[in-house]
């Protein structure tokens, strides 16, 4: 045999997952309108709603005692701007095609999951930022009159496990955005899909108000997955020593493993569906 012959060397892994993730965070750095619908409207939210409701909200039995209708929707607003932030960095997918980026990046010599994984965690980094963000100037508002006088729970000690769950759960909102955007044509679509799947998906979380003990809304509550990643979030977020399990507030083993099974299901998708020829990439 020659020995002559170049080596043939394996397709890089890593480097464009660092790449596109880099991609994604300069992309955001140039385009800060994203800020105003990814954290400013759901603080407006936070505000606007939990003065309206503050009156008429009864906190569910496994509340600790005083807990404001502010107090309670405080983690679904971190949700909510995870959600929003993987949404907007996931309809790019759309514009990328249309501009020749995403073909492109498709006839490299890399494999298919670095191009997933690199999207994702681009897209996870800006909504865990942006939920951090929230997390500790969301309470300061108390100054101005805007929220009440509450305890949030977030500590130096408890920050490593805030962020690893606000990652994995980033990540996996992330990835279902890149499901839906994947075969879309066009930003329209997507933003259809938005209005009637994933508001509603967001709102039956448990994130705006209780799921209840009976009924057939408190069950599609719980049959949802985003209800075990607001759960969770809100059982690190507690000010109290620890919050009881009941049926709509599952243990935080639960959350985590229905978040970290979901999150895998959504990326191994990503990366099949990414995988498969079609003309649409071509174009």
Wanted: glycine residues 8%.
């Amino acid at each position: 045999m020659n020995q002559n012959l170049p080596a043939v060397h394996k397709p890089a892994f890593v480097l464009p997952i660092l790449t596109l993730a880099h991609r994604e965070v300069v992309r955001f750095v140039r385009q800060r309108t994203r800020v105003i619908g990814a954290l400013i409207q759901p603080v407006l939210f936070w505000i606007l709603f939990g003065a309206g409701l503050r009156g008429s909200f009864q906190a569910p039995a496994w509340a600790p005692a005083g807990m404001t209708y502010q107090e309670y929707f405080f983690p679904g607003v971190a949700v909510m701007i995870l959600m929003f932030t993987a949404i907007f960095s996931t309809i790019s997918i759309i514009e990328d095609r249309k501009e020749g980026f995403l073909q492109g990046v498709l006839v490299a010599p890399v494999p298919r999951a670095s191009i997933v994984l690199g999207k994702l965690l681009g897209g996870t980094i800006l909504a865990v930022l942006q939920a951090v963000l929230f997390l500790f100037l969301g309470p300061l508002l108390n100054l101005v009159g805007l929220a009440p006088d509450f305890e949030t729970g977030v500590t130096l000690a408890g920050l490593i496990p805030l962020i690893l769950f606000l990652f994995l759960l980033g990540f996996s909102l992330t990835a279902l955005g890149y499901l839906i955007a994947w075969p879309m044509e066009s930003t329209q679509g997507f933003h259809a899909i938005m209005s009637v799947f994933l508001m509603p998906m967001w709102l039956l979380s448990g994130s705006f108000f209780p799921a209840g003990d009976s009924g057939w809304l408190s069950w599609i509550i719980r049959a949802n997955p985003l209800t075990y990643g607001v759960t969770g979030l809100r059982r690190i977020l507690s000010s109290a020593e620890t919050l009881p399990t009941a049926p709509g507030n599952p243990s935080m083993i639960v959350c985590l493993t229905v978040t970290a099974v979901v999150c895998i299901i959504y990326v191994v998708l990503a990366i099949w569906m990414t995988g498969k020829r079609a003309t649409r990439n071509a174009r």
